[in-house]
Nanobody, 113 residues
Framework: QVQLVESGGGSVQPGDSLTLSCVVS?????????LEWHRQAAGNQREFVAR???????EYGHFVEGRFTISRDDAKKTVYLQMNNLKFEDTAVYVC??????WGQGTQVTVSL
């Protein structure tokens, strides 16, 4: 059974940085799959943050504006999201996705003074 566990969230101030991690257990052929980060702020719909495919090509949501970097370590079956220059509006639960069927529980990121 495939399981995803996110970590690295927390409470930070505007301008700070955080790195999120998502460890995926169970899958065969991890390196063949696309991994994504999504986020959901309170009262809002879930929105796409970043994607990295098996060739390590990346794509980002329009709001990222060069502040976030998605990466993967196939040997560790882990995907990362480095987030710099965090803004108030980045406050959300960040959730990782493996392939098309599997989602983690999420990790909370709160940006406040």
């Amino acid at each position: 059974q495939v399981q995803l566990v996110e970590s690295g969230g927390g409470s930070v101030q505007p301008g700070d940085s955080l790195t999120l991690s998502c460890v995926v257990s169970g899958p065969v052929g991890f390196d063949l799959y696309t991994l994504e980060w999504h986020r959901q702020a309170a009262g809002n719909q879930r929105e796409f943050v970043a994607r990295i495919n098996s060739a390590k090509l990346t794509e980002y949501g329009h709001f990222v504006e060069g502040r976030f970097t998605i990466s993967r370590d196939d040997a560790k079956k882990t995907v990362y999201l480095q987030m710099n220059n965090l803004k108030f509006e980045d406050t959300a639960v960040y959730v990782c996705r493996f392939g098309t069927n599997y989602w983690g529980q999420g990790t909370q990121v709160t940006v406040s003074l």
